[in-house]
């Protein structure tokens, strides 16, 4: 699981450079995960 976790956060890490911030254009994939409600829910249990 760690590795996978991993692998995820360096290749949106790996694809996001200082311009897309600066610019407020980050990339489709990037963009996507961020606009995914289902991001924004904590889904632990209490």
Known sequence: MW???RA???AILEGV?????????LPETVRALA??????????HP
């Open 3 to 5: 590795i996978a976790l």
């Open 8 to 10: 995820s956060e360096r």
């Open 17 to 25: 450079n200082l311009q897309h911030l600066v610019t407020n254009q």
């Open 35 to 44: 606009e995914d409600p289902d991001a924004w829910v904590n889904h632990t």
